[in-house]
């Protein structure tokens, strides 16, 4: 089974222009959240999304944003970019039972992307 | 507030020594998920293990151990016998229970960067 696949790998950006980063979950997994790695540093919750809703947002300026699809892949969108933005996105997907218990978030490769 | 500390910021070991990696957190819920996460330079998250906070036992996969003790908020990890492949970092996470926070928001402490001599 294909794990969480992301693209593109790379990006490189100039400031002030717009990204798009893609998402797909593990196959029949309804959640996905976005976190953001800058450097030497633990991952940072962006977003997360299930069954195409925000179900929760991290300290994120507005120039993030996401959406889930019908098919519960994703998309984080990034405007107006800083050179603070340069960091690695990683997604990731579960199964979000909605009835108690827990499942793990299985993490994609993610996407490094450098602002110049 | 929730907070996940991992003190250790790198580890240098030589291969066959035992390593524990430090983890503290921070959280008012009652009910709530700890995990540990290896990232190799490949940079994906790769779970290693989940706990929720009802069960304090400790567990033990091959080389790996956990050691959950909720008296003083601490998940600390031990890889005995080290092995060159354990080279990489690991985190720590925290998660709250929710009923939409099914696999939703962790948070991460900073890393460990492990690294095994041979």
């Known amino acids: 089974d294909a794990g969480v696949t992301q693209s593109p790998t790379h990006l490189i950006k100039t400031r002030g222009q717009h990204v798009t980063l893609r998402c797909s979950p593990i196959?029949?997994?309804?959640?996905v959240s976005w976190y953001q790695q800058v450097l030497g540093q633990g991952p940072q919750f962006i977003f997360q999304?299930?069954?195409?809703?925000?179900?929760g947002r991290g300290n994120f300026p507005d120039r993030f944003s996401a959406r889930q699809f019908p098919n519960y892949s994703s998309e984080l969108n990034v405007n107006a970019l800083l050179l603070g933005d340069s960091a690695l996105y990683l997604c990731?997907?579960?199964?979000?039972?909605?009835?108690?218990?827990?499942?793990?978030?299985?993490f994609g490769q993610g996407t490094r992307l450098t602002v110049v | 507030a929730q907070k996940v500390t991992q003190a250790q910021t790198e580890i240098s070991v030589v291969e066959k020594e035992d390593v524990t990696l430090d983890c503290v957190y921070e959280?008012?819920?009652?009910?709530?998920?700890l995990f540990w996460y290896k990232q190799p330079p490949s940079g994906e998250l790769v779970f290693l293990i989940r706990?929720?906070?009802?069960?304090?036992q400790n567990e033990i996969s091959g080389r790996y151990s956990w050691n959950f003790q909720k008296s003083t908020s601490s998940f600390n990890f031990t890889i005995t016998a080290s092995q060159v492949v354990d080279s990489a970092v690991y985190f720590c996470?925290?998660?709250?229970?929710?009923?939409?926070?099914?696999?939703?928001?962790?948070?991460f402490g900073q890393g460990t960067e492990l690294s095994v001599k041979p």
């Open positions: 990731a997907s579960s199964l979000a039972f909605m009835t108690g218990g827990y499942t793990e978030a299985f």
């Open positions: 196959s029949g997994h309804k959640s």
């Open positions: 999304y299930y069954e195409k809703e925000e179900r």
């Open positions: 996470a925290l998660s709250e229970a929710g009923f939409y926070n099914q696999g939703g928001k962790l948070i």
């Open positions: 706990r929720n906070s009802f069960d304090e």
């Open positions: 959280t008012r819920d009652t009910t709530y998920y």
